[in-house]
């Protein structure tokens, strides 16, 4: 049986940028990543992302609202620069680069040469 608790209060201001740097700071990642935020009947958006742990746990973020545009746009930046890949009103393409069985980077086309480089100094490990 696996339990829950409630990470964000609707009412408090959005800290999703805090929650996804804490996260990799845990060195959790991010297996899995829709790539549209939702828009539901009652016209509310919505996005989620699966989280990893090391030690094999894994959760889930929902987002509703103004903050499902933020986790989209905080989870969905170049690994290198830090640049949004795509904002909500874009339709730039995503540049999925894999980098383990089950973990994919987001790079924007100017920085795949370099991500490449880093890779053959480094290693796939580096990534992770």
Do not use: W
């Not at 959760?59 to 690994?79: M, P, Q, R, Y």
């Not at 790079?107 to 480094?122: D, R």
Request: hydrophobic share 40%.
């Amino acid at each position: 049986m696996t339990t829950s608790a409630v990470m964000h209060e609707p009412g408090a201001p959005s800290n999703i940028k805090k929650l996804i740097h804490d996260l990799f700071n845990k060195k959790y990642r991010l297996s899995f990543l829709p790539e549209k935020v939702i828009s539901m009947n009652n016209g509310i958006e919505y996005y989620y992302v699966e989280a990893e742990g090391t030690d094999g746990s894994r959760f889930i973020i929902n987002a509703f609202g103004s903050e499902a545009e933020d986790l989209f746009e905080e989870v969905h930046k170049c690994i290198i620069c830090g640049r949004s890949i795509r904002g909500k009103n874009e339709n730039a393409n995503l540049i999925r680069y894999q980098a383990g069985e089950n973990r994919n980077l987001f790079v924007e086309a100017n920085c795949i040469n370099l991500l490449k480089k880093l890779e053959i100094a480094y290693g796939k490990e580096f990534f992770i």
